[in-house]
């Protein structure tokens, strides 16, 4: 069924068709409105889920971590200050290796205090051991979570997933959404099957400390297990595009980069406006093409590789700065060291924090930057401010 | 009824000879019975149950962090409810998890009403990392970090009333209890797992390490807590208080001078001062809960 839904109705539509038992959840704009719709769905009878309105974020994935290890399907949602007090929680639902899928309505992080849009929340927990997807559009997004639970909840994974979008520019924005129906859902989303679960009729000990003698073992099967969901992220992707027919088989997305000179990378919904550009700056006659990335974790090296590979300049937009760091922008670390050649140019901009504005005008600045071999840089700062 | 032979928590942990909280885990499990989900909160009974690949405990029983096991039980309780399943949710937690980093969790779970039953093993201090301060650190007791000194008394502050904060949530049982009185915890605990809603108990669990009193003595000490009026075994039912342990008081030195945490108030001089001050505190809690017996 073709609808047209804002961003986070779209979501809660996802959500409500997983079907998770348990939803948990606190209140953070632009997040909100996902949440107000699943409650809105479990007070009218369109959902069967216990819905818990927690006293706060920490409690919100506590409480799903909980409903997690008794077995059931959970789902949670949150952004920036939000995430960075679940911050301890994040680490620990993946150490138990619990398959909670949460939406990440990505928005800048305080000080000074901002509701709008970049990617620094999520960014700032990459090494909390979640899967990472960036959706680009209101679609991608609504198709991310059901991919997201049929992946985690894999028993080669077995690992917690982001499902990020940008902050109102997905969340608060109406487009055509294909919903399918249950019966597509289920086929490709069977009930969630525990590997463990707290149980009195066959009781167990989770989340137990390690001494130095078994700690690193448990870190190196998380990173194990996040290697083994690249394939299984891929496979899930695959049996989507067979029964839904929207193709998420690669964990990158290639845009005009056959005969590229100049490859601009970047994750979320600046990827639709850097296609636009790259068509205007074709049509002027600059062979320029667009990477985008799909997980940030696990991280595709190989595939953007290969996807690079003959192009010499890369630009990375880096909704997220890493204060103090000499590239200042997280991303381009990874995609430098996925290239791994000195010959190619790679440089990271920082551009779009607290909600500015990137207009195509912008990204043919940013290319031209590009081009010239300037880079590593803030794109966009008012000098007269400064 | 409670089937009392049930030995839930296996020997051969690493609890310190005399651990007041071994022995309470123990009788909780008495009272709860087999079909009961354990959540804990990272602490003293944590580490010296549950090391990797050993446990203690024959029930499932999970530990996330030091601050969450109500939010992590509510969550235990809602997918329990969505599947139908019969378990008891029981969160224990020491008092440094319960009346400091763990409150904001606890309000949360008890104001939403969901049918768990939370413990705190109150041993007055964090033990775990060894012996500081807590918000359930007695009056004038020194600890690592209220050390006795020159120009200190120990802690400065009196004990947080946890019961009564959550009596005030509107909890329908509130009770408190001691390892010293067995048979009380079992029936209290029963109790609580079998009233529908969010419950509180409050163990007195006298710690010989951090209080600093032979490990052989933990009963007697639980003991004398009661019997100088500076705990008090109650129940709080729907608002009310219904039922409070009754003795023949005696005066708070016979308490204090058993521990090295309150050493400073006798050596090198009998502070008489700081002692009347504890006096009265006991005082108070008599005048409160009605605890002296009229002979």
Redesign the interface.
Known sequence: MKAILEGSHAIAEAVRLAKPEVISAYPITPQTHIVERLAEMVANGELESEYICVESEFSALSAALGASCAGSRVYSATSSQGLLFMAEVCFNVAGMRQPIVMSIANRAVSAPLSIWNDQQDSIALRDAGWIQLYAEDVQESFDLHLLAYRACEDHRVLLPAFVCFDGFIISHTYEPVDIPEEKEVQAYLPPYNPLNKLDADDPLSMGMYATPDYYMEFRYEMDRAMDRSLAVLKEAGKEFKKIFGRDYSELIESYKLEDAEVAIVALGSICGTIKDAVDEMRAEGKKVGLLKIRALRPFPAEDIKKALSGIKKVGIFEKNISIGSRMKGAVGYEVKDAINDSSVQVLSYVAGLGGRDIRIRDIKKITEEIEKGKGDCFYGIREELI | MADKSLEMVECGHRACGGCGPALAARLILKGAG????I?AATGCM??FS????Q?A?????????F??S??????????????G?D?HVICICGDGATFDIGV??I???F??GHNITYICYDNEAYMNTGIQRSGATPFDASTTTSPAGKNSLGNSRPKKDMPQILAAHGAPYVATCSIAYPNDIIKKVERAVNIDGPCYIQIHTPCCTGWGFDGSKTIELGKLAIETGLWVNFEIVNGKLEKVKKVKRKPVEDYLKVQKRFAHLFKPSLNTTEIAKIQAIADANAEKYGIDLKI
């Open positions: 087999e079909r009961t989900i959540c944590e580490v549950t090391p990797y690949p446990t405990w024959k029930v499932p029983w999970v530990h996330s962090l601050q969450n109500a939010a992590v039980a509510s969550g235990i309780e809602a997918s329990l409810k969505r599947q399943r378990e904001l969790c309000s949360g779970a104001e939403r």
